[in-house]
């Protein structure tokens, strides 16, 4: 059958929309003109221009200090949850599910001002530590639901018959969950911690003096900074990010032969 | 005896994440809403008493212009991402398994990168000194002193920029379940390839699409970054105004009432959403006990 043409026009325009502004703006990081408009030579003057500005290295500290701390108490939070969810199905769980579900479709101004408003109420000073309670909560959610997802696949009966069999819940959880559920929830905290780095808006409402990240600085340098050097800023961003991308890709793989031998 | 234990075992393994969740989550959405009828205190904190104030507020001449801004700003983007990804799930799930995997990687690919750079490549884009603005002068479609940027258009540019991969992976789940002899059967019938495809390819992938709606809708009624940074004054959104009504004027109550507008607008599909989830998931669950 003779299928028409247009489909696939389409998905050719989309896919330029979608790649043409990001590689103008890595041509543009090199371009030794002002706002990447025509050509004028090959530079690496913005990036050498990076280097000596001191916020953005404490903004990376900070990112990657609030990255790490809510990639690892949203993965313990949202794997737990998962798990209950996954073996219990009673309305209490219905209701866990219900609660979980609901961050993630809620616009993120909401959440940004809901969180400050209860930070505000209980007089918490705003900084690295409620930027880090916030990003605990969204990412537990998306957790959730990614371990959830692998959960579907996940044979209930080998874990009742090593209880059958006189095993301990600790040792099922070393031997049997942990091993077989590893590469969903290692899926859960690779998206929990870029989740966290990328964050803008919800760390625009609770943060405070001195607990800048790199979205916000990005985004107060796009406001009032020098729009030369974002671009460079935008490119080393965009490096870091594939980097953790691929390297998650990699590690993921090479845990597949384990999944397959269980399953 | 065993059932006790399993229960208090639930609750244990419950309690964290649930606890978690009331607390940063639950809580906060009510503090929003019980603020909406608060005062606003001196040096930007929250007063005494009840007051409807706030409330009141809302009707100010500057708000209906607002919210209907934020509504057919967010409908417009909706409609687009759907008509845009149609065609192009469609297409794809027509591609071998091989090629399917990694062209839709190449879909997710760009969007592993900050939004805010994505919003920011486009901002030097249509800026006056940019490539767009080149080209587009070049060939003749705008006239040298036009400004691409800080308009109601640049924010629906950067808006489908945004959310079109968040549309197309849900319509292309549900089309690579779509059995494409279906359309065969309807062209062999006589069926024109437009009827086939508006009369049996979309009613085929309704859940799809219906997913595309709640995830592109949603988040545009709540835009902040985008019209902040490529719109301008005459282009506000709510959630420009809740922004300003926070950092700009300290006045919570009224960043509150306007949360709280926000909120219900965006309950209302979410419920629908919850609701006719739930109704196939029973579905479903009714049909294995079969």
Same mark, same amino acid.
């Given at each position: 059958?003779?299928?028409?043409? !247009?489909?696939?026009?389409?998905?050719?325009?989309?896919?330029?929309? !979608? *790649?043409?502004?990001?590689?103008?703006?890595?041509?543009?990081?090199?371009?030794?003109?002002? *706002?990447?408009?025509?050509?004028?030579?090959?530079?690496?003057?913005?990036?050498?221009?990076?280097?000596?500005?001191?916020?953005?290295?404490?903004?990376?500290?900070?990112?990657? /200090?609030?990255?790490?701390?809510?990639?690892?108490?949203?993965?313990?939070?949202?794997?737990?949850?998962?798990?209950?969810?996954?073996?219990?199905?009673?309305?209490?769980?219905?209701?866990? *599910?219900?609660? /979980?579900? /609901?961050?993630?479709?809620?616009?993120?101004?909401?959440?940004?001002?809901?969180?400050?408003?209860? @930070?505000?109420?209980?007089?918490?000073?705003?900084?690295?530590?409620?930027?880090?309670?916030?990003?605990?909560? !969204?990412?537990?959610?998306?957790?959730?639901?990614?371990?959830?997802?692998?959960?579907?696949? @996940?044979?209930?009966?080998?874990?009742?018959?090593?209880?059958?069999?006189?095993?301990?819940?600790?040792?099922?959880?070393?031997?049997?969950?942990?091993?077989?559920?590893?590469?969903?929830?290692?899926?859960?905290?690779?998206?929990?911690?870029?989740?966290?780095?990328?964050? !803008?808006?919800?760390?625009?409402?609770?943060?405070?003096?001195?607990?800048?990240?790199?979205?916000?600085?990005? *985004?107060?340098?796009?406001?009032?900074?020098?729009?030369?050097?974002?671009?460079?800023?935008?490119?080393? @961003?965009?490096?870091?990010?594939?980097?953790?991308?691929?390297?998650?890709?990699?590690?993921?793989?090479?845990?597949?032969?384990?999944?397959?031998?269980?399953? | 005896?065993? &059932?006790?234990?399993?229960?208090?075992?639930?609750?244990?393994?419950?309690? $964290?994440?649930?606890?978690?969740?009331?607390?940063?989550?639950?809580?906060?959405?009510?503090?929003?809403?019980?603020?909406?009828?608060?005062?606003?205190?001196?040096?930007?904190?929250?007063?005494?008493?009840?007051?409807?104030?706030?409330?009141?507020?809302?009707? &100010?001449?500057?708000?209906?212009?607002?919210?209907?801004?934020?509504?057919?700003?967010?409908?417009?983007?909706?409609?687009?991402?759907?008509?845009?990804?149609?065609?192009?799930?469609?297409?794809?799930?027509?591609?071998?398994?091989?090629?399917? &995997?990694?062209?839709?990687?190449?879909?997710?690919? $760009?969007?592993?990168?900050?939004?805010?750079?994505?919003?920011?490549?486009?901002?030097?884009?249509?800026?006056?000194?940019?490539?767009?603005?080149?080209?587009?002068?070049?060939?003749?479609?705008?006239? $040298?002193? +036009?400004?691409?940027?800080?308009?109601?258009?640049?924010?629906?540019?950067?808006?489908?920029? +945004?959310?079109?991969?968040?549309?197309?992976?849900?319509?292309?789940?549900?089309?690579?379940?779509?059995?494409?002899?279906?359309?065969?059967?309807?062209?062999?019938?006589?069926?024109?390839?437009?009827?086939?495809?508006?009369?049996?390819?979309?009613?085929?992938?309704?859940?799809?699409?219906?997913?595309?709606?709640?995830?592109?809708?949603?988040?545009?009624?709540?835009?902040?970054?985008?019209?902040?940074?490529?719109?301008?004054?005459?282009?506000?959104?709510?959630?420009?105004?809740?922004? &300003?009504?926070?950092?700009?004027?300290?006045?919570?109550?009224?960043?509150?009432?306007?949360?709280?507008?926000?909120?219900?607008?965006?309950?209302?599909?979410?419920?629908?959403?919850?609701?006719?989830?739930?109704?196939?998931?029973?579905?479903?669950?009714?049909?294995?006990?079969?």
């Amino acid at each position: 059958m003779k299928r028409s043409k !247009f489909p696939l026009i389409i998905s050719i325009a989309v896919l330029l929309f !979608f *790649y043409l502004p990001i590689l103008l703006l890595i041509i543009g990081s090199f371009n030794d003109s002002r *706002y990447g408009g025509p050509w004028r030579g090959f530079t690496l003057k913005w990036y050498e221009r990076l280097l000596t500005e001191r916020e953005i290295w404490s903004a990376t500290e900070n990112t990657l /200090m609030v990255a790490l701390v809510s990639t690892i108490v949203s993965t313990m939070l949202g794997t737990m949850a998962a798990w209950v969810m996954h073996r219990y199905k009673t309305g209490i769980q219905r209701a866990h *599910y219900l609660v /979980m579900y /609901m961050p993630l479709v809620v616009p993120d101004i909401l959440m940004g001002i809901s969180l400050l408003l209860l @930070f505000v109420n209980l007089s918490i000073n705003l900084g690295l530590g409620t930027i880090m309670l916030a990003h605990i909560t !969204f990412c537990t959610s998306y957790v959730t639901l990614v371990v959830l997802g692998r959960l579907q696949d @996940f044979d209930d009966h080998v874990v009742d018959a090593a209880l059958d069999l006189g095993s301990g819940w600790w040792r099922i959880i070393r031997s049997i969950i942990l091993p077989m559920l590893g590469p969903g929830i290692a899926a859960g905290a690779l998206l929990a911690f870029t989740l966290s780095v990328d964050d !803008f808006i919800i760390t625009f409402f609770v943060c405070g003096p001195g607990s800048t990240t790199l979205p916000l600085y990005v *985004y107060s340098s796009m406001k009032h900074g020098s729009p030369t050097t974002i671009n460079a800023l935008c490119t080393v @961003f965009m490096a870091l990010t594939a980097v953790i991308v691929i390297s998650g890709q990699i590690l993921m793989n090479r845990r597949q032969p384990v999944q397959q031998l269980n399953s | 005896m065993k &059932q006790k234990s399993k229960s208090y075992i639930e609750w244990l393994l419950t309690l $964290p994440s649930f606890g978690w969740l009331a607390f940063f989550f639950i809580v906060p959405t009510i503090i929003v809403f019980a603020i909406a009828f608060k005062p606003a205190g001196v040096n930007g904190g929250i007063g005494e008493g009840w007051t409807l104030e706030s409330i009141r507020n809302l009707i &100010q001449p500057s708000y209906p212009e607002i919210i209907f801004r934020t509504l057919w700003i967010s409908l417009v983007t909706t409609a687009a991402c759907m008509f845009l990804s149609t065609p192009v799930a469609y297409w794809l799930a027509l591609q071998p398994a091989k090629r399917r &995997q990694w062209l839709t990687l190449l879909i997710i690919l $760009p969007f592993w990168t900050n939004f805010l750079i994505r919003i920011f490549a486009w901002k030097t884009l249509l800026h006056a000194e940019g490539w767009l603005k080149h080209l587009l002068v070049a060939v003749g479609l705008v006239h $040298p002193d +036009t400004i691409l940027l800080y308009n109601s258009g640049a924010i629906l540019v950067v808006l489908i920029y +945004t959310y079109l991969p968040f549309a197309i992976l849900p319509i292309y789940a549900a089309a690579e379940k779509f059995d494409f002899s279906l359309m065969d059967a309807a062209l062999d019938l006589g069926s024109s390839r437009l009827r086939a495809f508006v009369q049996v390819f979309i009613p085929g992938i309704k859940m799809g699409l219906f997913t595309a709606l709640m995830v592109v809708l949603i988040p545009a009624l709540g835009s902040y970054a985008i019209p902040d940074i490529v719109g301008g004054a005459s282009s506000e959104m709510i959630g420009n105004k809740i922004a &300003q009504r926070t950092f700009v004027d300290r006045n919570l109550p009224h960043a509150s009432a306007l949360s709280a507008c926000l909120a219900l607008a965006v309950l209302l599909p979410m419920i629908i959403s919850i609701l006719t989830k739930d109704s196939r998931l029973m579905k479903k669950g009714g049909g294995k006990k079969v």
